[in-house]
């Protein structure tokens, strides 16, 4: 059986003077944190480009787990716990917020050749 990932989105929201230190703490701090544990297959942070014009928030996240299981495994570690106590602390009474916007499952994979597989 071959093994398809499971995506958690992540949306972040941050006054663009605060962008340079958010940006240093993510990549410094909240990143080992977070996948403290061996959780996530991946991670990656996407930057909103200009190429169209969107009212999106201009970093997001896309978290990678090898299956359902390991996600739920993640939301109660030890890893995640310390990671949100970090991000409250350090984030306290400033306008930083995170938008978990969903847990996605693999729906349907496409060949190159256009015909549909499960």
């Known amino acids: 059986m071959v093994e398809k990932p499971y995506l958690w989105i992540v949306f972040m929201h941050f006054p663009s003077q605060l962008e340079a230190r958010f940006n240093k703490w993510y990549d410094e701090v909240h990143v080992p944190l977070v996948t403290g544990g061996g959780h996530f297959s991946s991670l990656t942070r996407y930057c909103l480009t200009d190429a169209v014009q969107s009212n999106l928030t201009k970093y997001m996240a896309v978290c990678e787990f090898r299956d359902e299981e390991t996600f739920r495994d993640w939301l109660v570690s030890e890893a995640r716990a ?29 060949d190159l050749h256009g015909r549909a597989g499960k």
């Open 82 to 110: 310390e990671a949100a106590a970090d991000t409250a602390e350090t984030w306290r009474e400033q306008d930083v917020e995170f938008w978990p916007k969903g847990f996605y499952e693999p729906y349907m994979t496409y």
